[in-house]
C-alpha cells in the first residue's frame, strides 16, 4: 500500500463506489424493495439458478433473486413475473462483482425464452403449468486487487495515517471482492481509534475497476482527526443510583486518559459491576471540547432494586443441597448490595439431623470514604454435621478489596468464627481470629461459563487461636486457565490447579475446620466430599496440613444449547506442610452441559480410579456452572 496520488489518469468504468453502494443494497434483500400487489389467481412458476463454474455463489444469489424468494408469498401475472426477471438481472451481476467477478454477465429465461421476447406475455398467460424460470451466472475470471492507495485529510496527518494502513489487511494480488475493500476500510478506522484519534472518518473512496488489466484499484481519503484524551464523563438515566458515586465511578476508568475504545469499555464495564444496571451503553461525543477533550455519556437502565433466587444441586453419596437468596442492589442509594441467604445440605443422606446448615448475610458496599475500594461485610451461622467434623459456629469477616487494574485486585480484612466443634458428638469451644490477605488475577469474560483466559488467587491468613493461644498460618493459592482450541468457543480445554499449606503448627494442632480436604463435585469429582488424605481408625476424613489438586476438562458444544465435557481430577492431602506429601487420588469422568441464559446446567459422573477404604465406585453431580 502507499500514500500517494496515481501517477496517471485512468478511465472508470463505474461511478465513484457505485458498486459498493449496489452491493450493500443487494446484500440486504428486502430492504426498500416491497412486494408488488399480488393479483389473484397468480401464473405458477418454477425458478433457479444456475452458476456456470461458480457453485459458491449460488446459496447467495438464490438468497437475492427476488423473483425466486417471492414465489410462494406474492403470487404475479404475466407481466409482473417479467418485471421480477428483469429487475433481478442487476442484482445478481452485483452478486458476482461482490465476490470479484467483475467482467461477468448474467442471463435470464422463462419458459425457455428471453425476458424481451414479445410473444412471452401471451405465452404465460396460456400457461397451465408451472413456468420454468432459469438464471444464467457466467462469472468469468475473478478480478484482483490493484493500486490500494491512501491520501490523509489534512496532509500533516499523513504519519497516523501510514501507522494505520499496516491494519488494513489488503493488498495487490488479492481477489477482488466488495467485502475486502469495506472490511479494510473499517479496519483503518478502527486503528487510528486506537491510537487515539477518536473523529478518524473516511472522507472519500473512489473505486476503478480496469477491465484490460481484470484489477479493481482503490483510493480512499481519510481524516483521522486530532488525537485526544477523554473529558470527565456524564452519566444519564439513572433514577434511584447517586449521581456522584456513578460520576466517580466512570471518571476513575476514563477522565484524563488517552483516548482508546478498550478504555472506554473499561468505564462501561466499571459500571455494570456496581450490580444495579441491566445496561450500560456508551455514546462518545462526534466534536472535541474547547480545550480538546472528547466528552462522553454513559446512558443506564437500572434493574429491580430487589430480587428473590433459588438453586438445587446434587450429589449422590449426601442427597441434595437446596439455597435461596434475597438481594436488595441499590440499599442505602449507593449501590449497596445486601444479600440474605440460607442453605441446607446433605439432605436425605441419614436424616435431617445430620444435615448441614447455613445462613448468611453479606452487606457490599461500593466505595469506602469515596475510595475506589469495595468493603464485603458477612454475619452468619453454621451448623455442619460432615465426615470430617461437626461445627456449631458464629462468623464475621470485614474483606476490603481494591483493584490495581481491570484485572488485578487486592484484598484483606479480619474475620472471626465462634462456637464448638468436634468428632462423633464430641464438641469443644473454640475462637479464632483472623486476618485475611489476598491477590486476585481474572481476565476471564464470563463468570459461569468461560472460554478463554486466566483465573488466579493467591491468600495468606494468619489465625490466633483465643482458647489455647495456638497461631498458625494458611496458605491458599489456586489457578484455572481456559484455552479455546477450535477458535470458536466450540472446544474448550479447562485446566485447574490448587496448593495449599499450613505453616507454624502441626497437622494436629490446627483447628478442625482450617485443615485442608479434598474430594467432591469442587475439587476430585468420584471421590466423596473430603474424603482425599489420612483417616482416623473409624474411616473418617482427619484432613491435613497441606493439599495439591489438579484438574483437566476438555467442553465441547455438540448442538444448540447442548454440550459435553470429559475430565480427569486429582487430589492429595497430607500430614506435613508440604504439597503432595499425601497419597494422590485420581478420578475420571463426563457429563452433559444444557447452556441457559444464567450459565450452563451441568450433570457429571466421576469415577474414582484408586479408591480408599469405603469410597463408592462413582458420584453423580448435578448443579449451575461449570464445575470450575
Do not use: C
Not at 4 to 29: E, F, N, S, V
Not at 251 to 278: K, N, S, W
Not at 449 to 466: E, K, L, N
Amino acid at each position: 500500500m502507499t500514500l500517494r496520488a496515481y501517477p496517471r489518469p485512468r478511465k472508470r468504468t463505474i461511478a465513484h463506489g457505485a458498486a459498493l453502494a449496489a452491493w450493500l443494497m443487494a446484500a440486504a434483500p428486502g430492504r426498500g424493495q416491497e412486494a408488488e400487489p399480488a393479483p389473484e389467481p397468480g401464473i405458477p412458476y418454477a425458478a433457479e439458478v444456475s452458476p456456470e463454474g461458480a457453485e459458491s455463489l449460488a446459496a447467495t444469489a438464490t438468497a437475492v433473486a427476488q423473483t425466486i424468494r417471492l414465489r410462494e408469498s406474492a403470487p404475479t401475472d404475466a407481466f409482473g413475473l417479467i418485471a421480477r426477471v428483469r429487475a433481478d438481472l442487476p442484482r445478481l451481476m452485483e452478486v458476482l462483482r461482490a465476490d470479484g467477478h467483475w467482467g461477468g454477465s448474467v442471463a435470464a429465461t422463462i419458459a425457455g425464452r428471453p425476458p424481451d421476447d414479445p410473444a412471452l406475455p401471451a405465452l404465460l398467460a396460456a400457461a397451465r403449468e408451472p413456468v420454468p424460470v432459469r438464471f444464467t451466472l457466467s462469472p468469468g475470471p475473478q478480478y484482483r486487487i490493484g493500486r490500494v492507495e491512501a491520501a490523509a485529510e489534512p496532509v500533516d496527518s499523513a504519519p497516523a495515517l501510514r501507522a494505520a494502513m499496516a491494519s488494513a489487511g489488503i493488498a495487490e494480488g488479492d481477489p477482488a471482492r466488495v467485502a475486502a475493500v469495506l472490511d479494510a476500510e473499517g479496519a483503518i478506522i478502527d486503528a487510528l481509534r486506537r491510537a487515539g484519534h477518536p473523529l478518524a472518518s473516511v472522507a472519500g473512496r473512489e473505486v476503478w475497476v480496469d477491465h484490460d488489466r481484470r484489477t479493481l484499484d482503490v483510493a480512499w481519503r481519510i481524516a483521522p482527526g486530532p488525537r485526544a484524551r477523554f473529558a470527565t464523563p456524564e452519566v444519564v438515566g439513572q433514577q434511584r443510583v447517586d449521581d456522584g458515586l456513578l460520576r466517580r465511578t466512570a471518571a476513575r476508568r476514563i477522565d484524563g486518559r488517552d483516548y482508546a475504545p478498550a478504555t472506554l469499555e473499561r468505564g462501561r464495564r466499571a459500571l455494570m459491576a456496581l450490580g444495579v444496571f441491566e445496561s450500560v451503553r456508551a455514546e462518545p461525543g462526534t466534536a472535541l471540547t474547547p480545550d480538546g477533550r472528547l466528552p462522553v455519556t454513559f446512558r443506564v437502565s437500572e434493574r429491580p432494586r430487589r430480587a428473590l433466587g433459588a438453586s438445587i444441586a446434587y450429589e449422590t453419596n449426601y442427597g441434595a443441597a437446596v439455597s435461596v437468596y434475597w438481594e436488595h442492589r441499590n440499599l442505602f442509594g449507593g449501590a449497596e448490595r445486601l444479600r440474605l441467604e440460607a442453605e441446607a445440605a446433605r439432605l436425605g443422606s441419614s436424616g435431617l439431623d445430620n444435615s448441614t446448615y447455613r445462613a448468611f448475610a453479606t452487606l457490599t458496599t461500593p466505595e469506602i470514604w469515596r475510595q475506589d475500594a469495595r468493603l464485603t461485610v458477612r454475619l452468619g451461622a453454621v451448623r455442619e454435621r460432615l465426615e470430617a467434623y461437626d461445627r456449631d459456629a458464629v462468623l464475621a469477616s470485614a474483606l476490603a478489596e481494591r483493584s490495581l487494574s481491570e484485572r488485578l485486585a487486592v484484598q484483606a480484612g479480619p474475620l472471626y468464627e465462634a462456637g464448638r466443634i468436634g468428632r462423633y458428638g464430641d464438641l469443644e469451644d473454640f475462637s479464632l481470629v483472623g486476618f485475611v490477605t489476598g491477590l486476585r488475577w481474572d481476565d476471564t469474560e464470563s463468570p459461569l461459563d468461560p472460554t478463554r483466559g486466566i483465573r488466579a488467587a493467591v491468600t495468606a491468613t494468619p489465625f490466633y487461636s483465643i482458647q489455647d493461644g495456638t497461631t498458625f498460618t494458611r496458605l491458599y493459592a489456586s489457578g484455572s486457565t481456559y484455552l479455546d482450541l477450535t477458535g470458536d468457543a466450540r472446544g474448550v480445554l479447562a485446566l485447574r490447579a490448587a496448593l495449599g499449606a499450613t505453616v507454624g503448627a502441626t497437622r494436629d494442632e490446627i483447628t478442625l475446620d482450617k485443615r485442608f480436604y479434598s474430594g467432591g463435585g469442587g475439587s476430585v469429582r468420584g471421590f466423596t466430599y473430603q474424603s482425599i488424605g489420612p483417616r482416623d481408625a473409624g474411616n473418617r476424613p482427619l484432613g491435613g496440613a497441606s493439599l495439591l489438586e489438579l484438574g483437566a476438562e476438555w467442553r465441547q458444544r455438540i448442538s444448540g444449547p447442548w454440550g459435553a465435557v470429559a475430565f480427569v481430577e486429582a487430589g492429595s492431602v497430607g500430614e506435613d506442610s508440604f504439597p503432595g506429601s499425601g497419597d494422590l487420588r485420581v478420578g475420571v469422568g463426563a457429563g452433559l452441559r444444557y447452556l441457559t441464559a444464567i450459565g450452563p446446567i451441568r450433570v457429571d459422573v466421576g469415577v474414582p480410579l484408586n479408591r480408599q477404604r469405603g469410597d463408592p465406585a462413582y458420584g453423580l453431580y448435578v448443579g449451575i456452572g461449570q464445575a470450575f
